[in-house]
């Protein structure tokens, strides 16, 4: 990988999205109104906020960054710009790499907002430091991206890379942990349950709620959730291919 190569990527879609302030409030503002609205739907039950909102800390910039990441990946596609890319000395480990660290430098920002705004403007109380709570919000946006760069190869239109969400996002979004404990569920879901990432996310998402200290579950959850996202980067690294002779 050339890092120099890998910072020119990188720049050039965060040039891109500049000139596209929609895409960038949706990545920014939707996870903190969310998560505002959640606050306020359980105004009356203050203790439910604080059971689901930090679960929920890394599920909505999972969500906006799989949706914002599969689109704008999968317009440079149709676009022919990654045709015209992969004809030049550039290696598919620069390209994919650009993207993930032009998307990754967004997602510490959404992260950090949204993390910010939970915890000390709408009253989040989590036992764990503040810190643990946005390194794996941080992963969770991670993984986010790494899922929509690899799905949108599969996508032959931005209404075809939405609908990867009911595949991808939802049956994770069922079987993580949020509405039940996986311990509870039918044995084969659990069993099920084992293999998605989100799932550790939320699981590292209630170590922080719960311990004052940095356990031996959080640092499996982080860890299994960031080597899911960079497993998935490699696999989108293996798509990008050219399509015409």
């Known amino acids: 990988m050339n890092g120099p190569r890998t910072l020119a990527t990188a720049?050039?879609?965060?040039?891109?999205?500049?000139?596209?302030?929609?895409?960038?409030?949706?990545?920014?503002?939707?996870p903190v109104l969310m998560i505002t609205l959640l606050r306020y739907v359980f105004d009356g039950s203050p203790q439910v906020f604080d059971n689901i909102g930090a679960s929920l800390l890394g599920i909505f910039p999972l969500i906006t960054?799989?949706?914002?990441?599969s689109i704008a990946t999968l317009r440079e596609r149709t676009s022919?710009?990654?045709?015209?890319?992969?004809?030049?000395?550039?290696?598919?480990?620069?390209l994919i790499a650009g993207y993930a660290l032009a998307f990754g430098l967004l997602a510490i920002v959404q992260s950090a907002l949204a993390t910010g705004v939970a915890l000390w403007v709408l009253g989040l109380d989590v036992v764990g430091s503040p810190w643990l709570l946005l390194l794996v919000a941080l992963l969770d946006a991670l993984l986010g991206t790494a899922l929509g760069l690899f799905v949108s190869a599969f996508a032959a239109s931005e209404f075809q890379a939405v609908q990867f969400m009911p595949a991808v996002i939802f049956p994770q979004l069922l079987l993580c942990g949020l509405f039940?404990?996986?311990?509870?569920?039918?044995?084969?879901?659990?069993?099920?349950?084992d293999f998605l990432p989100m799932s550790y996310a939320v699981d590292g998402m209630n170590q922080v709620l719960r311990h004052t200290d940095v356990t031996a579950d959080f640092v499996r959850d982080a860890l299994i959730v960031a080597a899911c996202a960079l497993a998935v980067l490699v696999l989108g690294a293996a798509t990008l291919r050219r399509r015409t002779a």
């Open 80 to 94: 022919g710009t990654l045709e015209r890319l992969l004809a030049m000395p550039l290696g598919k480990a620069d």
């Open 180 to 193: 039940t404990p996986r311990d509870k569920m039918q044995p084969v879901l659990e069993t099920v349950s």
């Open 11 to 30: 720049a050039r879609v965060l040039r891109q999205l500049r000139h596209d302030p929609r895409t960038i409030a949706l990545m920014l503002l939707v």
């Open 65 to 69: 960054m799989f949706l914002v990441t």
